[in-house]
Protein backbone atom coordinates (compact mmCIF):
# COMPACT_ATOMS: atom_id res chain seq x y z
CA UNK A 1 0.00 0.00 0.00
CA UNK A 2 0.88 3.79 -0.02
CA UNK A 3 0.46 4.40 3.49
CA UNK A 4 0.26 8.91 4.79
CA UNK A 5 1.29 9.19 8.04
CA UNK A 6 0.48 12.71 9.74
CA UNK A 7 2.14 13.15 13.27
CA UNK A 8 2.91 16.11 15.00
CA UNK A 9 6.20 14.48 15.88
CA UNK A 10 8.78 12.65 14.70
CA UNK A 11 12.19 11.17 15.11
CA UNK A 12 14.63 13.00 16.02
CA UNK A 13 12.35 13.59 18.98
CA UNK A 14 11.14 10.80 21.72
CA UNK A 15 8.56 10.06 19.12
CA UNK A 16 8.96 6.19 19.11
CA UNK A 17 5.59 5.12 17.87
CA UNK A 18 4.96 6.56 14.93
CA UNK A 19 8.95 6.87 13.82
CA UNK A 20 9.33 3.04 14.07
CA UNK A 21 5.70 2.45 12.90
CA UNK A 22 6.67 4.39 9.78
CA UNK A 23 10.10 2.34 9.65
CA UNK A 24 8.55 -0.90 9.73
CA UNK A 25 5.61 -0.83 7.10
CA UNK A 26 8.06 0.65 5.22
CA UNK A 27 10.54 -3.03 6.11
CA UNK A 28 7.43 -4.45 5.14
CA UNK A 29 6.99 -3.48 1.38
CA UNK A 30 4.69 -0.72 1.71
CA UNK A 31 5.37 2.87 0.09
CA UNK A 32 5.58 5.13 3.11
CA UNK A 33 4.85 9.23 3.63
CA UNK A 34 4.85 11.00 6.47
CA UNK A 35 4.13 14.66 7.41
CA UNK A 36 5.13 16.49 10.49
CA UNK A 37 6.99 19.19 12.06
CA UNK A 38 9.98 20.23 12.62
CA UNK A 39 11.52 18.41 15.56
CA UNK A 40 11.32 21.40 18.77
CA UNK A 41 9.82 18.96 21.69
CA UNK A 42 10.28 19.09 25.13
CA UNK A 43 11.75 22.31 24.78
CA UNK A 44 9.40 24.37 22.38
CA UNK A 45 12.37 25.31 20.30
CA UNK A 46 13.54 23.78 17.17
CA UNK A 47 16.87 21.25 17.71
CA UNK A 48 20.00 22.80 17.18
CA UNK A 49 20.88 22.42 13.34
CA UNK A 50 17.36 22.35 12.22
CA UNK A 51 16.05 25.58 10.10
CA UNK A 52 12.10 25.73 9.52
CA UNK A 53 11.24 25.88 5.53
CA UNK A 54 8.73 25.08 3.19
CA UNK A 55 10.65 22.46 1.48
CA UNK A 56 12.58 20.24 3.89
CA UNK A 57 12.36 16.65 2.42
CA UNK A 58 14.39 13.07 2.94
CA UNK A 59 13.95 10.12 1.25
CA UNK A 60 15.23 6.47 1.99
CA UNK A 61 14.11 3.59 0.17
CA UNK A 62 10.19 3.41 0.40
CA UNK A 63 10.45 5.91 2.94
CA UNK A 64 9.53 10.14 2.71
CA UNK A 65 9.35 13.10 5.37
CA UNK A 66 8.37 15.94 4.51
CA UNK A 67 8.46 18.78 7.38
CA UNK A 68 6.72 21.87 7.36
CA UNK A 69 6.99 24.85 9.61
CA UNK A 70 5.04 25.22 12.89
CA UNK A 71 4.88 28.29 16.03
CA UNK A 72 7.89 27.05 17.91
CA UNK A 73 7.05 29.41 21.39
CA UNK A 74 8.98 27.64 24.20
CA UNK A 75 7.35 29.35 27.08
CA UNK A 76 4.19 25.91 27.51
CA UNK A 77 1.81 28.59 27.93
CA UNK A 78 -1.76 27.50 26.95
CA UNK A 79 -1.60 30.05 24.68
CA UNK A 80 1.52 29.51 23.21
CA UNK A 81 0.48 25.41 22.54
CA UNK A 82 -2.45 26.77 20.53
CA UNK A 83 -0.35 29.05 18.49
CA UNK A 84 1.23 25.84 17.38
CA UNK A 85 -0.99 23.64 17.32
CA UNK A 86 -3.21 26.11 14.78
CA UNK A 87 -0.25 26.52 12.58
CA UNK A 88 0.89 23.08 12.04
CA UNK A 89 -2.61 23.01 10.96
CA UNK A 90 -1.74 26.01 8.48
CA UNK A 91 1.05 24.33 7.18
CA UNK A 92 -0.78 20.84 6.78
CA UNK A 93 -3.15 22.76 4.79
CA UNK A 94 -1.00 24.14 2.56
CA UNK A 95 0.53 21.16 1.77
CA UNK A 96 -1.49 18.03 2.24
CA UNK A 97 -3.68 17.89 -0.22
CA UNK A 98 -0.78 17.30 -2.96
CA UNK A 99 1.59 15.38 -0.65
CA UNK A 100 -1.17 12.71 0.17
CA UNK A 101 -3.29 13.00 -2.56
CA UNK A 102 -2.09 9.23 -3.98
CA UNK A 103 -1.97 7.76 -0.40
CA UNK A 104 -4.39 4.40 -0.50
CA UNK A 105 -4.72 5.13 3.43
CA UNK A 106 -4.06 7.75 6.06
CA UNK A 107 -2.65 6.87 9.57
CA UNK A 108 -2.49 9.77 11.82
CA UNK A 109 -0.61 9.77 15.27
CA UNK A 110 -3.67 11.51 16.74
CA UNK A 111 -2.65 13.65 20.24
CA UNK A 112 -4.76 16.58 21.10
CA UNK A 113 -1.91 18.67 18.78
CA UNK A 114 -2.55 16.90 15.92
CA UNK A 115 -6.38 17.59 16.01
CA UNK A 116 -6.73 20.92 13.86
CA UNK A 117 -4.35 19.09 11.34
CA UNK A 118 -6.42 15.96 11.26
CA UNK A 119 -10.01 17.56 10.75
CA UNK A 120 -8.02 19.70 7.52
CA UNK A 121 -6.85 16.48 5.90
CA UNK A 122 -10.21 15.33 6.28
CA UNK A 123 -12.08 18.09 4.25
CA UNK A 124 -9.24 18.12 1.59
CA UNK A 125 -8.56 14.16 1.59
CA UNK A 126 -12.29 12.94 1.65
CA UNK A 127 -11.60 10.21 -0.26
CA UNK A 128 -9.20 8.33 1.50
CA UNK A 129 -9.89 6.24 4.83
CA UNK A 130 -8.31 7.14 7.87
CA UNK A 131 -7.35 5.41 10.42
CA UNK A 132 -6.70 7.68 13.52
CA UNK A 133 -4.23 6.07 16.77
CA UNK A 134 -6.18 7.41 19.83
CA UNK A 135 -3.35 8.71 22.36
CA UNK A 136 -4.96 11.27 24.49
CA UNK A 137 -8.91 12.32 24.54
CA UNK A 138 -8.82 15.12 26.33
CA UNK A 139 -6.15 18.83 25.95
CA UNK A 140 -4.08 18.50 29.45
CA UNK A 141 -5.26 21.78 30.53
CA UNK A 142 -8.64 20.32 30.37
CA UNK A 143 -7.59 17.70 32.70
CA UNK A 144 -5.65 19.73 34.84
CA UNK A 145 -8.54 21.61 35.61
CA UNK A 146 -10.68 21.05 38.43
CA UNK A 147 -14.25 19.44 38.20
CA UNK A 148 -16.19 22.90 37.85
CA UNK A 149 -13.74 24.26 34.98
CA UNK A 150 -14.43 20.25 33.31
CA UNK A 151 -17.97 20.86 33.95
CA UNK A 152 -17.88 23.46 31.79
CA UNK A 153 -17.70 22.36 28.34
CA UNK A 154 -15.35 21.59 25.93
CA UNK A 155 -13.42 24.25 24.56
CA UNK A 156 -12.80 24.09 20.90
CA UNK A 157 -10.02 21.74 20.71
CA UNK A 158 -12.28 19.32 22.63
CA UNK A 159 -15.12 20.04 20.06
CA UNK A 160 -12.75 19.37 16.72
CA UNK A 161 -11.44 16.62 18.28
CA UNK A 162 -14.74 14.61 18.60
CA UNK A 163 -15.76 15.57 15.13
CA UNK A 164 -12.53 13.72 13.55
CA UNK A 165 -13.22 11.15 15.99
CA UNK A 166 -16.55 10.58 14.37
CA UNK A 167 -15.28 11.17 10.89
CA UNK A 168 -12.17 8.47 10.71
CA UNK A 169 -12.90 5.44 9.02
CA UNK A 170 -11.20 3.13 12.11
CA UNK A 171 -10.22 4.46 15.30
CA UNK A 172 -6.98 2.14 17.06
CA UNK A 173 -7.41 3.54 20.84
CA UNK A 174 -4.17 2.82 23.30
CA UNK A 175 -6.12 0.79 26.16
CA UNK A 176 -9.63 -1.09 26.99
CA UNK A 177 -11.24 2.05 28.94
CA UNK A 178 -10.50 3.78 26.35
CA UNK A 179 -12.58 2.41 23.61
CA UNK A 180 -15.73 2.52 26.54
CA UNK A 181 -15.54 6.18 26.73
CA UNK A 182 -15.53 6.52 22.72
CA UNK A 183 -17.93 4.39 22.09
CA UNK A 184 -20.07 6.59 24.67
CA UNK A 185 -19.23 9.68 22.78
CA UNK A 186 -21.15 7.70 19.76
CA UNK A 187 -18.73 6.06 17.69
CA UNK A 188 -19.82 3.23 15.80
CA UNK A 189 -17.81 0.19 18.16
CA UNK A 190 -17.02 -1.61 14.50
CA UNK A 191 -14.82 0.98 14.48
CA UNK A 192 -12.56 1.19 17.15
CA UNK A 193 -10.08 -1.54 17.96
CA UNK A 194 -7.73 -1.26 20.91
CA UNK A 195 -3.93 -1.39 19.60
CA UNK A 196 -1.81 -1.44 23.37
CA UNK A 197 1.54 1.76 22.70
CA UNK A 198 4.78 -0.51 22.38
CA UNK A 199 8.05 1.04 23.52
CA UNK A 200 11.44 2.14 22.17
CA UNK A 201 12.79 -1.89 21.95
CA UNK A 202 16.15 -0.60 20.72
CA UNK A 203 16.30 1.03 24.37
CA UNK A 204 14.22 -0.41 26.74
CA UNK A 205 15.27 -4.45 27.58
CA UNK A 206 16.66 -5.99 30.78
CA UNK A 207 20.18 -5.09 31.74
CA UNK A 208 22.44 -5.77 34.48
CA UNK A 209 22.86 -2.61 36.44
CA UNK A 210 26.53 -0.94 36.42
CA UNK A 211 28.31 0.01 39.52
CA UNK A 212 27.84 3.46 38.62
CA UNK A 213 23.88 3.14 38.38
CA UNK A 214 23.61 1.14 42.16
CA UNK A 215 25.69 4.30 43.87
CA UNK A 216 23.45 6.35 41.68
CA UNK A 217 20.15 4.92 42.62
CA UNK A 218 21.02 3.60 45.94
CA UNK A 219 22.01 4.42 49.39
CA UNK A 220 22.16 1.57 51.12
CA UNK A 221 20.41 -1.84 51.36
CA UNK A 222 16.42 -0.17 52.03
CA UNK A 223 13.75 -1.13 49.11
CA UNK A 224 14.39 1.60 46.12
CA UNK A 225 10.96 2.55 44.58
CA UNK A 226 11.56 4.84 41.87
CA UNK A 227 9.51 6.82 39.77
CA UNK A 228 10.96 8.11 36.27
CA UNK A 229 9.00 10.67 33.82
CA UNK A 230 7.16 13.48 34.46
CA UNK A 231 6.60 15.36 37.51
CA UNK A 232 3.16 16.70 36.36
CA UNK A 233 -0.74 17.32 37.20
CA UNK A 234 -1.55 13.82 36.29
CA UNK A 235 1.00 12.08 38.22
CA UNK A 236 -0.34 13.19 41.52
CA UNK A 237 3.46 12.52 43.10
CA UNK A 238 2.04 14.42 46.25
CA UNK A 239 0.51 10.84 46.96
CA UNK A 240 3.85 8.89 47.01
CA UNK A 241 5.77 11.60 48.72
CA UNK A 242 3.25 11.33 51.73
CA UNK A 243 3.69 7.10 51.75
CA UNK A 244 7.05 7.22 51.26
CA UNK A 245 7.36 9.64 54.19
CA UNK A 246 5.38 7.50 56.82
CA UNK A 247 7.84 4.76 55.62
CA UNK A 248 11.46 6.87 56.28
CA UNK A 249 14.20 4.34 57.23
CA UNK A 250 12.75 1.40 54.85
CA UNK A 251 12.16 2.25 51.93
CA UNK A 252 13.54 5.23 49.64
CA UNK A 253 11.52 6.74 46.73
CA UNK A 254 13.59 7.40 44.09
CA UNK A 255 11.92 10.78 41.68
CA UNK A 256 14.09 10.81 38.04
CA UNK A 257 12.63 13.54 35.93
CA UNK A 258 11.11 17.35 36.15
CA UNK A 259 7.98 19.31 34.84
CA UNK A 260 5.57 21.05 36.18
CA UNK A 261 4.69 20.29 39.92
CA UNK A 262 8.70 19.28 40.80
CA UNK A 263 8.13 22.74 42.71
CA UNK A 264 5.20 21.58 44.28
CA UNK A 265 6.55 18.45 44.98
CA UNK A 266 9.82 19.39 46.47
CA UNK A 267 8.06 21.58 49.13
CA UNK A 268 5.78 18.70 49.81
CA UNK A 269 8.86 16.47 50.94
CA UNK A 270 10.92 19.12 52.72
CA UNK A 271 7.43 19.96 54.55
CA UNK A 272 7.13 16.50 55.92
CA UNK A 273 10.94 16.31 56.39
CA UNK A 274 11.09 13.37 53.86
CA UNK A 275 15.19 12.59 53.68
CA UNK A 276 14.19 9.65 52.17
CA UNK A 277 12.87 10.99 49.01
CA UNK A 278 15.19 12.12 46.06
CA UNK A 279 15.05 13.88 43.54
CA UNK A 280 17.52 13.33 40.35
CA UNK A 281 17.18 15.40 37.28
CA UNK A 282 16.00 14.46 33.84
CA UNK A 283 18.23 11.61 32.33
CA UNK A 284 18.74 10.28 28.54
CA UNK A 285 16.35 7.43 28.07
CA UNK A 286 19.41 5.42 26.65
CA UNK A 287 20.08 6.30 30.79
CA UNK A 288 17.28 4.53 31.81
CA UNK A 289 17.35 0.80 31.72
CA UNK A 290 20.25 0.49 33.90
CA UNK A 291 18.74 2.83 36.06
CA UNK A 292 15.22 0.52 36.00
CA UNK A 293 17.71 -2.43 37.38
CA UNK A 294 19.64 -0.71 39.99
CA UNK A 295 16.04 0.17 41.76
CA UNK A 296 13.44 -2.49 43.16
CA UNK A 297 10.24 -0.99 41.65
CA UNK A 298 9.14 0.95 39.07
CA UNK A 299 6.38 3.33 40.25
CA UNK A 300 3.37 4.55 37.86
CA UNK A 301 0.91 7.08 38.87
CA UNK A 302 -2.05 8.56 37.89
CA UNK A 303 -4.70 10.92 39.22
CA UNK A 304 -7.91 9.43 40.47
CA UNK A 305 -10.04 11.70 37.61
CA UNK A 306 -12.46 9.28 35.30
CA UNK A 307 -10.70 10.21 32.07
CA UNK A 308 -7.27 8.89 33.12
CA UNK A 309 -8.74 5.56 33.75
CA UNK A 310 -8.56 4.79 30.11
CA UNK A 311 -4.67 5.99 30.17
CA UNK A 312 -1.66 3.79 30.08
CA UNK A 313 1.31 6.06 30.79
CA UNK A 314 4.59 5.19 28.40
CA UNK A 315 6.20 4.59 31.31
CA UNK A 316 4.42 1.24 32.35
CA UNK A 317 5.65 -0.37 28.84
CA UNK A 318 9.01 0.56 29.53
CA UNK A 319 9.42 -0.59 32.90
CA UNK A 320 7.62 -3.94 31.33
CA UNK A 321 9.86 -3.99 28.79
CA UNK A 322 12.88 -4.19 30.91
CA UNK A 323 11.89 -6.83 33.40
CA UNK A 324 11.65 -3.90 36.04
CA UNK A 325 8.70 -5.22 38.70
CA UNK A 326 5.78 -2.60 38.83
CA UNK A 327 4.00 -0.83 41.44
CA UNK A 328 0.79 1.13 40.26
CA UNK A 329 -0.84 3.26 41.91
CA UNK A 330 -4.04 4.40 39.42
CA UNK A 331 -7.23 2.93 38.24
CA UNK A 332 -8.50 1.45 35.48
CA UNK A 333 -6.22 -0.48 32.91
CA UNK A 334 -3.01 0.81 34.26
CA UNK A 335 -3.83 -1.09 37.34
CA UNK A 336 -5.54 -4.04 35.53
CA UNK A 337 -2.49 -5.01 33.01
CA UNK A 338 -0.46 -5.06 36.08
CA UNK A 339 -2.48 -7.55 38.07
CA UNK A 340 -3.34 -9.86 34.90
CA UNK A 341 0.12 -9.86 34.07
CA UNK A 342 1.18 -10.27 38.12
CA UNK A 343 3.96 -7.86 37.57
CA UNK A 344 3.58 -6.05 40.87
CA UNK A 345 1.38 -4.70 43.21
CA UNK A 346 -1.22 -2.33 42.98
CA UNK A 347 -4.00 0.13 44.55
CA UNK A 348 -6.48 2.88 44.05
CA UNK A 349 -4.82 6.37 42.99
CA UNK A 350 -4.64 9.36 45.52
CA UNK A 351 -4.55 7.11 48.73
CA UNK A 352 -1.58 7.27 50.23
CA UNK A 353 -2.04 5.36 53.29
CA UNK A 354 -2.91 2.42 50.84
CA UNK A 355 0.34 2.94 48.79
CA UNK A 356 2.67 3.26 52.05
CA UNK A 357 1.39 -0.28 52.56
CA UNK A 358 2.02 -1.33 49.48
CA UNK A 359 5.43 0.60 49.53
CA UNK A 360 5.79 -1.77 52.83
CA UNK A 361 4.90 -4.98 51.19
CA UNK A 362 6.98 -4.44 48.64
CA UNK A 363 9.93 -4.22 50.52
CA UNK A 364 9.36 -7.65 52.24
CA UNK A 365 9.06 -9.35 49.02
CA UNK A 366 12.23 -11.30 48.32
CA UNK A 367 14.56 -10.99 45.34
CA UNK A 368 14.04 -14.05 43.59
CA UNK A 369 10.28 -13.37 43.94
CA UNK A 370 10.75 -9.75 42.18
CA UNK A 371 12.75 -11.14 39.66
CA UNK A 372 9.73 -13.44 38.69
CA UNK A 373 7.06 -10.30 38.48
CA UNK A 374 9.66 -8.68 35.96
CA UNK A 375 10.01 -12.10 34.12
CA UNK A 376 6.01 -12.08 34.11
CA UNK A 377 6.22 -8.67 32.89
CA UNK A 378 8.32 -8.64 30.25
CA UNK A 379 6.50 -11.99 28.96
CA UNK A 380 3.12 -10.29 28.74
CA UNK A 381 4.78 -6.83 27.19
CA UNK A 382 5.98 -9.43 24.43
CA UNK A 383 2.73 -11.00 23.74
CA UNK A 384 0.09 -8.32 23.74
CA UNK A 385 2.24 -4.68 23.96
CA UNK A 386 5.40 -5.10 21.79
CA UNK A 387 6.67 -3.72 18.65
CA UNK A 388 5.92 -6.48 16.39
CA UNK A 389 2.18 -6.95 17.50
CA UNK A 390 1.58 -3.25 17.69
CA UNK A 391 2.65 -2.56 14.26
CA UNK A 392 0.83 -6.57 13.15
CA UNK A 393 -2.55 -5.05 14.28
CA UNK A 394 -2.34 -1.35 12.92
CA UNK A 395 -1.19 -2.78 9.49
CA UNK A 396 -4.26 -4.94 9.35
CA UNK A 397 -6.09 -2.33 10.33
CA UNK A 398 -4.80 0.04 7.39
CA UNK A 399 -5.53 -3.24 4.77
CA UNK A 400 -8.88 -3.45 6.37
CA UNK A 401 -10.23 -0.05 5.87
CA UNK A 402 -8.29 0.35 1.99
CA UNK A 403 -10.25 -2.49 0.95
CA UNK A 404 -13.37 -1.10 2.43
CA UNK A 405 -12.97 2.00 1.18
CA UNK A 406 -12.35 0.52 -2.21
CA UNK A 407 -15.30 -1.90 -2.38
CA UNK A 408 -18.06 0.81 -1.83
Known amino acids: MRVGILSYHFPPEPAFIPGSLAEELAARGHEVRV ?18 RWRHLTRSERLTVRRVPRYAGGDGSTGARMASH ?32 TAALLRMLGRVPTVLHVQDLWPEEEVAGDGAQRQRGPGRLATTMRRVLREADALAVTAPSMRDLVLADGVDPDRVRVVLNWTDERIFQPVRPSRAAQGFVRRDGRCVVMHAGTIGVRQGLETAVRAAAALDGRTDLVLVGSGAEERRVRGLAAELRADNVRFVERRSPVD ?14 LRDLPELRGTVPGKLQAALACAAPVIAS ?26 ADRFWLASTIPAAARSEMG ?25 QVALGRRSR
Open 35 to 52: LTGFPDYPGGHVYPGWRQ
Open 330 to 355: AGGDTAELVERARAGLSCPPEDWATL
Open 288 to 301: MPELYAAADYQLVM
Open 86 to 117: LSFAGSVAMVGRRYLADVDVLYVFQLPATTFA
Open 375 to 399: RRGREAYLREMSLRAGVDRVEDLLN
